[in-house]
Structures are given as structure tokens and as C-alpha cells.
């Protein structure tokens, strides 16, 4: 599937600028993660939190973009820029998430109900001391974690390590590439025009998946699905299913 294509290429271009002035730091997704797990429910009260990243009064993005093509995507590899966790000032820093996958068989009638079951994925991770609240729809997340946490060297490594082998055990995912940016409002307002595009993808899917509309003449999202074959053919697909 190559509807997400130019976006990774986007995020790929972000990436590289920054490696050319050297504000990228890089890391290996651990083998194993020693951090004590928490309960799902765990929470980080205002009073225990060191760090807050995307707080509702700053800027924040997050999504996850997939391919079919594994060499848009570093297996393994997650990119800072900006200060890890440990090395944070401030008590609130805007906040970038990018995940990007390339997969296995992903088509017009399943790549809907397979992102959701990514998208979600990121909600079985529980580390103590971080506490994650996401809204999708809008694609901005929250997150704390806590000074305890903080003190223990809780990092961008072991977040984006929970969060790539947490994917890795669906099994079309074949790879996965995660970019953390909490350098400044500007990078993540970047970040968030190309995001705008991948949301209007998403918006078209959904629209055509859960609301079964197909009244292309009046859809808000018709010079979208005519830019992308991709989901042209979805609706193609899900209008003979519904037949």
C-alpha cells in the first residue's frame, strides 16, 4: 500500500535536515526492556509529575503513518530531536510522536481496521511512572512521567523500545520507526502540516468504513479519494461488500 508514501517521504525529509545540522540523536530499540511495568490505569498525579510532554497549552502531534515499501522505514531505529527526558529544563515541552511502519499485506479492506488495531496498540503500554492520554482524532498526545521516573532514567529508548515491540506483535507489522521531537514549537507545528494531510486520509477512511458513506458528490473529502487510488478502491471494495 502507497497512499502514506509521500508523508513518510516528508517525515524522512524532516529527519534528514536536522541529521545535516546535527540535532538528531539516534537509537537502537532495546532487545529487552528491564523498566517495571505498571497497571493499564496507572496514573501520574500533577504533584508527582517532572515532565509533561504536549500539555494542552503547548504544541503537540502525533501519528503513525504505514507502507508497503521496507525501505522507507530503519527497522529498529528511533530518532530524538530535541533533549531526551533525563535532560529536560523545563517543566512542559511541546511534544512530536511519528511512527512509521511498513507492513505485509495491507489492502483496500483491511488497512482500516488494521490501523485501528495500531493506533490503539499504543494504549497496552504500561511503564510506571508514564502516564499517556491521546487524542486521535485531533492527533495530539499528552504525556507525564513522573520525577521518580525521571530520577530512575526513564528515557525516549525505553519509551520508543515498549512502544516498537508492542507492534512487532501484530503480525503483519514488519518493521517500525519512531521519531520523538520536543525541540521546539516551530519543529512540531511543522510536523503538524504534514500530519494535517495523513488526517485527512484517516478522516476519508473513517468516513467511508464506520458511517458507510459513499454519496461522493457531497462528501467533504471527494478531492482527497481523487488524489488516491488507494481509497478509491477502498470504497470500490466496500461498497460490492455491502452488496
Same mark, same amino acid.
Given at each position: 500500500?502507497?497512499?502514506?508514501?509521500?508523508?513518510?517521504?516528508?517525515?524522512? =525529509?524532516?529527519?534528514?535536515?536536522?541529521?545535516?545540522?546535527?540535532?538528531?540523536?539516534?537509537?537502537?530499540?532495546?532487545?529487552?526492556?528491564?523498566?517495571?511495568?505498571?497497571?493499564?490505569?496507572? %496514573?501520574?498525579?500533577?504533584?508527582?509529575?517532572?515532565?509533561?510532554?504536549?500539555?494542552?497549552?503547548?504544541?503537540?502531534?502525533?501519528?503513525?503513518?504505514?507502507?508497503?515499501?521496507?525501505?522507507?522505514?530503519?527497522?529498529?531505529?528511533?530518532?530524538?530531536?530535541?533533549?531526551?527526558?533525563?535532560?529536560?529544563?523545563?517543566? *512542559?515541552?511541546?511534544?512530536?510522536?511519528?511512527?512509521?511502519?511498513?507492513?505485509?499485506?495491507?489492502?483496500?479492506?483491511?488497512?482500516?481496521?488494521?490501523?485501528?488495531?495500531?493506533?490503539?496498540? *499504543?494504549?497496552?503500554?504500561?511503564? =510506571?511512572?508514564?502516564?499517556?492520554?491521546?487524542?486521535?482524532?485531533?492527533? *495530539?498526545?499528552?504525556? *507525564?512521567?513522573?520525577?521518580?521516573?525521571?530520577?530512575?532514567?526513564?528515557?525516549?529508548?525505553?519509551?520508543?523500545?515498549?512502544?516498537?515491540?508492542?507492534? =512487532?506483535?501484530?503480525?503483519?507489522?514488519?518493521?517500525?520507526?519512531?521519531?520523538?521531537?520536543t525541540s521546539s514549537a516551530e519543529d512540531v507545528r511543522e510536523l503538524k502540516k504534514t500530519g494535517d494531510r495523513f488526517l485527512q486520509y484517516i478522516n476519508a477512511m473513517t468516513?467511508?468504513?464506520?458511517?458507510?458513506?459513499?454519496?461522493?458528490?457531497?462528501?467533504?473529502?471527494?478531492? %482527497?479519494?481523487?488524489?488516491?487510488?488507494?481509497?478509491?478502491?477502498?470504497?470500490?471494495?466496500?461498497?460490492?461488500?455491502? =452488496?
Open positions: 500500500m502507497r497512499l502514506f508514501n509521500p508523508i513518510i517521504e516528508e517525515i524522512k =525529509k524532516f529527519i534528514s535536515a536536522r541529521i545535516k545540522n546535527g540535532s538528531v540523536l539516534e537509537y537502537k530499540v532495546l532487545n529487552e526492556i528491564s523498566w517495571p511495568q505498571a497497571g493499564l490505569t496507572d %496514573i501520574v498525579l500533577k504533584s508527582e509529575t517532572g515532565i509533561e510532554l504536549g500539555n494542552p497549552k503547548d504544541e503537540s502531534v502525533s501519528f503513525l503513518a504505514w507502507t508497503g515499501d521496507k525501505s522507507l522505514v530503519r527497522d529498529g531505529l528511533i530518532s530524538l530531536v530535541g533533549p531526551d527526558i533525563g535532560e529536560m529544563e523545563p517543566s *512542559r515541552l511541546p511534544f512530536g510522536k511519528i511512527v512509521l511502519i511498513s507492513g505485509s499485506g495491507f489492502n483496500e479492506e483491511n488497512c482500516y481496521d488494521r490501523f485501528r488495531e495500531m493506533d490503539l496498540s *499504543r494504549y497496552d503500554i504500561a511503564l =510506571k511512572g508514564y502516564m499517556m492520554r491521546a487524542v486521535s482524532q485531533y492527533m *495530539r498526545e499528552w504525556s *507525564r512521567v513522573s520525577c521518580e521516573a525521571i530520577e530512575n532514567g526513564f528515557s525516549f529508548s525505553i519509551l520508543g523500545s515498549a512502544l516498537s515491540q508492542k507492534l =512487532k506483535e501484530l503480525n503483519y507489522v514488519d518493521a517500525v520507526e519512531i521519531l520523538f521531537v468516513k467511508m468504513a464506520e458511517e458507510m458513506d459513499f454519496q461522493c458528490e457531497s462528501c467533504e473529502f471527494q478531492e %482527497i479519494c481523487d488524489e488516491a487510488e488507494e481509497l478509491r478502491d477502498m470504497r470500490r471494495s466496500l461498497i460490492e461488500k455491502g =452488496k
